[in-house]
């Protein structure tokens, strides 16, 4: 199901439809401010296995996941105060943090460590979605087989429509990853340079 959504205006109807998706265990593609991103509740087990599945990725490799802002982080986070300020500058923006997590991490997509990774994309239909639902939502790349980023929703939509219940179509997305800051220790540590400036972690 190919559903367009008002980049600058969502329609309420529209993103309710896909938050029924969301609250009945279902699986949708979905814009961010960098690429298309494929997700789930984040308290879904069985929708965060199936998308397992369509990635074929291993259960070893953790997924990140979106908020609908700083304070939804908190309860899903441990947010130093450090981190807390960088992030009111930076959010939302295209940047994942990597944060402790706290106990409200369904472990399934934490296997190793006790950490995520959290975004909050300067997408209008993202967070207008994340934010009606009221809980995060898994975010993983939509990629081909040979692992690249695809941008258009309409092939994106041939490509998936048999393997999950929703791609909501916010135009084509220049293919772009997000920076990558980890605030683990006492400083920040810049893990990947994308899309999203860093030079304040410099």
């Given at each position: 199901m190919l559903v367009s959504i008002n980049r600058e205006n969502p329609q309420v109807r529209l993103v309710r439809k896909a938050v029924d998706v969301l609250e009945e265990g279902g699986i949708i593609i979905y814009p961010t401010d960098t690429v298309y991103g494929i997700g789930c509740d984040l308290l879904n087990r069985r929708a965060i296995e199936r998308i397992y599945d369509i990635k074929q990725r291993s259960r070893k490799q953790p997924f990140s996941f979106v908020c609908a802002d700083l304070k939804d982080i908190s309860n899903y986070a441990i947010v130093p105060n450090y981190a807390y300020k960088a992030m009111k500058r930076l959010l939302p923006g295209p940047y994942t943090f990597i944060l402790e997590a706290s106990r409200l991490v369904p472990r399934i997509i934490m296997p190793k460590r006790k950490t995520v990774g959290i975004r909050?994309?300067?997408?209008?239909?993202?967070?207008?979605?994340?934010?009606?639902?009221?809980?995060?939502?898994?975010?993983?790349?939509v990629t081909t087989a040979g692992d690249?980023?695809?941008?258009?929703?309409?092939?994106?939509?041939?490509?998936?429509?048999?393997?999950?219940?929703?791609?909501?179509?916010?135009?084509?997305?220049?293919?772009?990853?997000?920076?990558?800051?980890?605030f683990l220790e006492e400083s920040p540590e810049v893990v990947r340079v994308g899309k999203g400036d860093v030079s304040m972690f410099g």
């Open positions: 909050v994309p300067d997408n209008r239909i993202c967070l207008a979605v994340v934010s009606t639902l009221g809980r995060p939502i898994i975010s993983t790349s690249e980023i695809m941008t258009d929703p309409e092939e994106i939509d041939e490509k998936f429509r048999h393997r999950v219940d929703m791609v909501i179509d916010g135009g084509v997305l220049p293919p772009a990853e997000s920076s990558v800051v980890s």
